[in-house]
């Protein structure tokens, strides 16, 4: 993918690799047995300018863009795929909604601190009994003269509970149904807002994830992103910046599938051979090298359109769609290719098996992607 990336974009992927092999690879392992968040690691990676990647100059951006900060992501989650969530919580999310849809008192307050990382970021969509179905979302800000009382319960969300700042979606009327929902900007530390984590995860123990609570939390008038009611359109553009964030993190798993596979593959000996010699083994390689190939262009050219100021939500729900489930076929790929070995945690191939699933999940399930890719294609509403 070399004829798409500037020299800039070059500096920043290989300066992405060389973070996440020295600065995450070291305690990986055994920060992963103890569930630990380093919170040092994405202040250095804020410091290094990974989350300036969308936003002007005067917010302290740098502006290089989706394919830049997709790149980056790809470099992190190659190696860690709980510490590529940070591009998400910092950047992907937040930061698009402030900067297209938030005033500038919001976007000056708030920006900086998220591309510097002295304020944690999540947002905050999923509910204990809505996901894919947004509009079926319980919780409620309620107006009052000097803001909003904000009441209900978010599950599943990235970054909790460690979160500082966040985009919570509830809805202002809700007898407008879907068009009655509307966003704010919430300080995730407010009196009234309880954070606990899960602990009862599959994968991805490294990035937090929780529960919150909002019990008659006061939210200034100034906390509303846009208009009352345009909650809805604000959470589909923005679930199309952290789709692509997702998208990218998958191809990074399928790359560090695929090369722990190749390496032991090489290395593995069975009737007095390599099994690399084995024509099974090399088909298993050869498709997960092609899958990853393919994967990796949708992804790349979603970001590339995307920096063009596209609103390409079918070339991102593709892109989002067949990187997750190559990432899930790669990593149960790797599981058979190191036999026992695989199904031990001495090798990273059974972390990566654990975490490539939730891929399949956030941001809108694979049926959510197919469902929006069928409905695209076939011109329906």
């Not at 601190?113 to 979302?137: H, R, Y």
């Not at 609103?311 to 290719?337: D, G, M, Q």
Request: aromatic residues 10%.
């Amino acid at each position: 993918m070399d004829f798409l990336l500037s020299e800039e974009q070059k500096a920043m992927q290989e300066m992405a690799k060389n973070f996440a092999e020295k600065k995450i690879a070291p305690t990986m392992e055994e920060d992963e047995k103890e569930h630990r968040f380093r919170r040092e690691i994405v202040k250095e990676m804020a410091n290094l300018g990974f989350f300036s990647c969308l936003a002007p100059e005067k917010y302290g951006g740098t502006e290089t863009g989706y394919l830049t900060a997709t790149v980056m992501t790809e470099e992190i989650a190659r190696i860690s795929p709980s510490y590529g969530l940070p591009f998400n919580l910092q950047m992907n999310s937040i930061q698009p909604v402030l900067l297209n849809f938030g005033t500038e008192e919001q976007r000056e307050r708030w920006i900086p601190k998220l591309i510097n990382a002295d304020l944690l970021g999540c947002f905050a969509i999923t509910e204990p009994n809505s996901g894919s179905d947004v509009a079926s979302m319980k919780s409620v800000a309620e107006e009052k003269e000097d803001g909003f009382i904000l009441n209900g319960t978010k599950m599943w969300i990235s970054g909790v509970p460690v979160a500082e700042l966040g985009i919570v979606y509830a809805y202002t009327d809700r007898s407008l149904k879907h068009r009655g929902i509307s966003a704010f900007i919430v300080d995730m530390k407010a009196p009234g807002v309880t954070q606990k984590a899960i602990e009862t995860k599959m994968g991805l123990f490294c990035a937090p994830t929780g529960e919150i609570v909002f019990d008659n939390v006061k939210l200034p008038k100034d906390s509303l992103v846009g208009q009352k009611g345009d909650g809805f359109k604000i959470c589909m553009f923005m679930l199309d910046s952290t789709r692509l964030s997702c998208a990218a993190r998958a191809v990074g798993v399928a790359r560090a599938c695929k090369e722990h596979s190749i390496r032991y593959a090489n290395e593995r000996e069975q009737f007095g051979q390599p099994i690399a010699n084995f024509q099974m083994i090399q088909e298993q390689i050869a498709e997960m090298y092609v899958e990853e190939e393919a994967a990796r262009l949708l992804v790349y050219r979603a970001a590339w359109n995307r920096d063009r100021g596209q609103r390409n939500t079918l070339e991102i729900s593709c892109a989002k769609y067949f990187a997750a489930e190559v990432a899930v076929r790669a990593a149960n790929t790797a599981v058979k290719i190191f036999g026992s070995y695989g199904f031990s945690s001495e090798y990273p191939v059974e972390r990566f098996y654990r975490d490539a699933k939730s891929y399949q999940i956030v941001e809108g399930t694979s049926n959510i992607q197919k469902m929006i890719i069928a409905r695209n294609v076939l011109g329906l509403k």
